[in-house]
């Protein structure tokens, strides 16, 4: 089991994952790829120019409660989103 200042420093330090210089054919690929190697706790920061609702169904039905996504900004052209890792029993 993690301690609370262990989860903070990750999570404090997200691992960064710039969507806009990967080409598009290869996102979605990238992307459930850098989810797969993340291990419980960890953070991805996902950096995107649009809000990617279809990649977000697909995340959710894919991992579904083992990620957990949530806005850092909404704003067009710019989307930050963090994937954090849950522990599931």
Same mark, same amino acid.
């Given at each position: 089991?993690?301690?609370?200042?262990?989860?903070?420093?990750?999570?404090?330090? &997200?691992? !960064?994952? #710039? $969507?806009? /210089? =990967?080409?598009? +054919?290869? +996102?979605?690929? $990238?992307?459930?790829? $850098?989810? #797969?190697?993340?291990?419980? /706790?960890? =953070?991805? +920061?996902?950096?995107? %120019?649009? #809000?990617?609702? &279809?990649?977000?169904?697909?995340?959710?039905?894919?991992? /579904?409660?083992?990620? /957990?996504?949530?806005? =850092?900004? +909404?704003?067009?052209?710019?989307?930050?989103? %963090?994937?954090? !890792?849950?522990? =599931? #029993?």
């Amino acid at each position: 089991m993690h301690n609370q200042s262990v989860i903070l420093s990750v999570i404090s330090h &997200p691992y !960064v994952f #710039d $969507a806009r /210089g =990967v080409a598009r +054919r290869f +996102r979605h690929a $990238a992307i459930f790829g $850098a989810l #797969d190697a993340l291990e419980p /706790g960890e =953070v991805m +920061r996902f950096v995107n %120019d649009h #809000d990617p609702l &279809p990649l977000l169904a697909q995340i959710g039905h894919h991992f /579904g409660a083992r990620i /957990g996504i949530g806005y =850092v900004a +909404r704003e067009p052209g710019n989307i930050v989103i %963090d994937f954090a !890792v849950k522990a =599931v #029993d």
